[in-house]
């Protein structure tokens, strides 16, 4: 499916830019192309190519990508937690990959103002060992939800754009 | 199972073709182990394969033969020896949507193709066409890599009884 | 034993069924029988001695202990049946074939408990042969008798792969069998084997294996070469270390078939690199490296191969390696040779040419070791003297696909 879409928006020499590492504003395909071989290549055995996972083996990351993203602490559980960490991606693929996955695979949108994950934040936490996966994703989830209360609250009067951008 | 024996004939025989491409092999190890942009597909290293002497793979064109160019990193029984395909899984199994991906050059058009590995699961095993080819298999350390799990372990339905393996293509490479 | 009535005697057995209290009854009446024959014709003359199973209860064999530092268990995947895992007791010094335990789906391998007296087995079932509910057990053998003695329930996780050591192995002090699962999400079960309960599950996301490391602790190895070292001592409470990146990943990376000698375990990377990694009260410290191969060896791409690909004789400080030609992906492939390091020196002190292609070799733990040696296709297991080399015995259709082999 997304793969088909990816596919017809490629071309040889998108291919051949993105293969010799240049990064220019007009090869967006092409810059698209790299993350999703890589993504391929490195987490959809496991996660599946829309990044639903198997239930009770393998969490589906559709409705934590944004969240996540959001939050200093989520960002960084993002770029620790051992695929994405221990992968044999370099620190630049892996952000790629996170941006790709962030705007490929969320079922809740991307907000307008996303802040794409660059190779210093990947090269800056990747190598910090999460000590216990599930216990610092717990504690995450439940700062994000605290923090999503609060600014429900805060927020309650003002409407705000939810749109999906 | 009797891949280990051609192996190693293989091996063999092509030996003085595949040394001198050891040194190239070496160039891209260290590539792969520094931190490059852009890592060296698993694809680059099964490039090096060759079965005959003259360099040429008579079976690569074959579903059902181990040298089947999309088998270069299979391990287990084809599923087109067993009533299914590269592609389906035989009656009454089901297919492991848990596995793992890797690259194998299609010698029919020069490229590239990443490979899905997809494990057919439910029952005892197929038995038939074993084939073992490990271009890009890492230890299983790297388990997104290694083909030596059994994907029917990610499968909730069937849960671990593996009965074959399929080759699927996902997409091509450059 | 030409006399008639024993030539009767043998065909009236021989026609009763394989039940055993029928062929009791045979034999209690077949004997009254002879001896009602015998006391007819006093005239002839007394047969020979009738054989010594002729009159007894049949009985069942029991393995002598304690066990002979001769002895291999070979485990069986058997890949074209994997429902029906097994494993096979061989001596090595006779060539005889001793038992079989019954072992499940996708068995790997087993492990003896240090006493002798207990053989660990983690098994997978289906409540359908291949179908139906999964159930994971630790079933204890009596290493005697071969008998289920006891059963551990675990959960339903133990990893399905191309079995290795590190799918399976106990704590130095025998308390705790740990296990290695795999969903694809990975973790360590453990199994209390003084109060025969399981006691919990680890998670090791990320990493694969147990690899002992003292007496309550062990390490798994994570995909980027870190390593993790885990403490179970202090109150059966984990103690948790994650470490720096130490072995090599990549495209020569180490592989998951280390052997160990007291603190350190020697890994092996595809291209035949020794990589040795000390673990000691808690601390993992990588040992520099050396080669199997010299550069002239390595240009004519000898590197090591096969399943159990290395083995080691402590007393010896040997290390034994299966040996083959050919490039980076036939980092599987076995060989037909080993070749023997003095773990000392790093020298190569020995190649012994095997008379047929090896995947798993195993060295047995006494001071004058015999080798062990299967091919994954089986069925025959190969005997060598571990210190001259030389070809001992063939022990003929021991094994539909031999994997790992476990000496006492």
Redesign the interface.
């Given at each position: 499916m997304s793969a088909a879409r990816a596919w017809r928006a490629m071309s040889v020499p998108m291919i051949a830019l993105a293969v010799a590492g240049a990064v220019c504003g007009s090869a967006h395909a092409a810059a698209a192309y790299r993350p999703r071989i890589d993504y391929q290549l490195n987490c959809q055995g496991c996660h599946l190519a829309d990044g639903s996972g198997e239930a009770g083996r393998v969490p589906s990351v559709r409705r934590m990508l944004v969240p996540f993203a959001e939050d200093p602490a989520g960002r960084r559980y993002l770029i620790q937690v051992p695929g994405v960490s221990e992968s044999s991606l370099s620190d630049r693929a892996t952000a790629a990959v996170l941006n790709w996955m962030v705007h490929r695979l969320s079922d809740v949108p991307v907000p307008r103002n996303f802040v794409p994950f660059t190779t210093a934040e990947v090269a800056r936490w990747r190598r910090i060992p999460l000590t216990n996966v599930a216990a610092t994703r717990a504690r995450v989830q439940r700062q994000i939800d605290a923090h999503r209360s609060s600014r429900a609250r805060s927020t309650a009067s003002r409407s705000t754009d939810k749109s999906p951008m | 199972m009797k891949w280990f024996d051609e192996l190693a004939e293989r091996s063999a025989r092509g030996l003085a073709k595949r040394t001198s491409r050891r040194s190239v092999l070496g160039g891209l190890g260290t590539l792969l182990l520094g931190a490059v942009a852009i890592p060296l597909l698993p694809a680059a290293r099964g490039a090096a394969l060759k079965r005959t002497d003259d360099g040429k793979n008579p079976h690569w064109d074959d579903p059902t033969s181990c040298d089947y160019w999309r088998h270069c990193a299979i391990d287990g029984f084809l599923c087109s020896c067993c009533g299914g395909s590269q592609t389906t899984c035989p009656p009454g199994t089901n297919m492991s949507a848990v596995t793992w991906i890797g690259t194998c050059h299609n010698p029919g058009d020069g490229r590239d193709y990443v490979v899905s590995y997809n494990d057919c699961c439910g029952k005892s095993s197929c038995g038939r066409c074993f084939c073992n080819r490990n271009e890009g298999d890492t230890p299983m350390f790297e388990a997104g890599h290694s083909n030596d799990y059994n994907w029917c372990s990610g499968n909730s339905t069937a849960n671990i009884p593996y009965h074959c393996s399929t080759a699927r293509i996902l997409g091509a490479v450059r | 034993m030409r006399a008639p009535t024993t030539a009767i005697l043998r065909c009236d057995l021989r026609g009763v069924g394989r039940s055993r209290g029928l062929r009791a009854l045979a034999v209690l009446a077949g004997w009254l029988g002879a001896a009602m024959l015998a006391s007819a014709t006093p005239a002839r003359t007394r047969p020979a001695a009738l054989p010594s199973d002729v009159g007894r209860h049949p009985t069942v064999a029991v393995l002598p202990t304690p066990a002979s530092k001769h002895w291999v268990w070979v485990n069986d995947f058997v890949?074209?049946?994997?429902?029906d895992g097994t494993a096979h007791l061989v001596d090595g010094d006779t060539g005889r074939y001793l038992g079989t335990l019954s072992t499940g789906?996708?068995y790997s391998h087993l492990v003896l408990s240090p006493d002798g007296r207990w053989i660990y087995s983690p098994e997978?079932y289906?409540s359908r042969?291949?179908?139906g509910k999964?159930t994971d057990v630790v079933t204890i053998y009596d290493a005697r008798t071969l008998d289920p003695a006891g059963e551990i329930r675990i959960p339903?996780k133990r990893?399905?792969?191309?079995p290795?050591m590190g799918d399976v192995a106990l704590t130095d002090d025998a308390r705790y069998l740990l296990i290695y699962d795999?969903?694809?999400?990975?973790s360590i079960t453990v199994v209390d084997m003084k109060t025969r309960r399981f006691l919990r599950e680890i998670?090791i996301?990320?990493?694969?294996?147990a690899y002992p490391s003292g007496p309550r602790s062990f390490f798994s190895?994570?995909?980027?070469?870190?390593v993790?070292l885990i403490d179970l001592a202090r109150d059966g409470k984990v103690v948790?270390h994650?470490t720096?990146?130490l072995l090599?990943?990549?495209?020569?990376?180490?592989?998951?078939k280390p052997v160990r000698v007291g603190d350190v375990w020697y890994f092996v990377t595809f291209d035949g690199r020794i990589v040795p990694l000390e673990v000691k009260d808690g601390r993992a410290v990588v040992e520099p490296s050396w080669s199997l191969t010299t550069a002239a060896e390595?240009?004519?791409?000898w590197r090591p191969g096969g399943l159990q690909q290395l083995a080691v004789s402590v007393p010896l400080h040997r290390l034994y390696a299966i040996m083959?030609?050919?490039?980076?992906?036939?980092?599987?492939?076995?060989?037909?040779t080993v070749w023997v390091y003095d773990l000392a020196t790093h020298r190569k002190v020995q190649e012994i040419a095997l008379k047929r292609?090896a995947?798993s070799i195993q060295v047995t733990t006494d001071a004058a070791p015999l080798l062990f040696t299967v091919?994954?296709?089986g069925p025959d297991l190969d005997v060598y003297d571990a210190v001259s080399g030389h070809w001992l015995r063939t022990v003929t259709d021991v094994a539909a696909?031999p994997t790992v082999l476990v000496t006492p």
């Open positions: - | - | 890949f074209p049946h994997m429902a789906y996708s997978t289906f042969g291949t179908r999964r339903p990893a399905s792969d191309m290795v795999f969903n694809p999400a990975q998670p996301p990320g990493c694969a294996f190895v994570c995909g980027d070469g870190s993790v948790r994650h720096d990146q090599p990943m990549g495209a020569d990376p180490v592989t998951e390595r240009a004519q791409g083959h030609q050919g490039d980076l992906t036939t980092h599987k492939d076995p060989g037909k292609l995947s091919f994954i296709d696909t």
